[in-house]
């Protein structure tokens, strides 16, 4: 998928998945994050590569939703626009993932649910050019592991 989305690219083809304007390839990047979080955490940890996914797919999805569609307090991080609001979507949903997928465990301790968030929002907050579609799944199953 990665290189099928490089290769249309050009042709702008797909146009809702490319941020035309930015200097982005997240579309590239999803699929390569996806399948390095899977290398790396299956079939050994598949609670940490679920958590990776549903990051990736949820609250990077509500972050650009809210931001984009709602938030007026904007920061400009190399170049590309963040607002508080699409910040404060990602932590509160990532929040609640990591809730849902640590509860069979027991023994959940809200403090390292709210590490992992703050630690992935603030990630996602200072990567431009789509590098968050990369590093997020597999920083959050790596959190996942290590925290919850």
């Known amino acids: 998928m990665a290189l099928f989305f490089l290769a249309v690219r ?13 200097n982005s390839l997240g ?7 996806l399948i390095l979080a899977a290398f790396y955490f299956l079939p050994e940890q598949l609670l940490a590569f ?6 990736l797919s949820f609250s990077d999805a509500l972050a650009a939703i809210f931001g984009n569609g709602l938030g007026k307090n904007e ?8 607002t ?7 932590f509160i949903s990532t929040c609640i993932i990591a809730f ?3 509860f069979p465990g027991g023994n959940l301790e809200w403090w390292r649910v709210m590490t992992a968030s703050l630690i992935l929002t603030f990630v996602e ?3 431009a050019f789509g590098l ?10 790596q959190l996942f592991v290590a925290l919850l």
């Open 84 to 90: 508080l609001l699409g910040s404060f979507a990602f």
């Open 75 to 82: 920061i400009r991080i190399w170049g590309e626009k963040k």
């Open 50 to 55: 679920q958590f990776g996914v549903l990051v």
């Open 125 to 127: 907050m200072i990567l």
């Open 10 to 22: 050009p042709f702008k083809l797909f146009a809702p998945v490319y941020h035309y304007g930015k």
């Open 27 to 33: 579309e590239v990047y999803f699929p390569l994050g």
């Open 132 to 141: 968050d579609n990369l590093i997020l799944p597999i920083l959050a199953a």
């Open 100 to 102: 849902f997928l640590s």
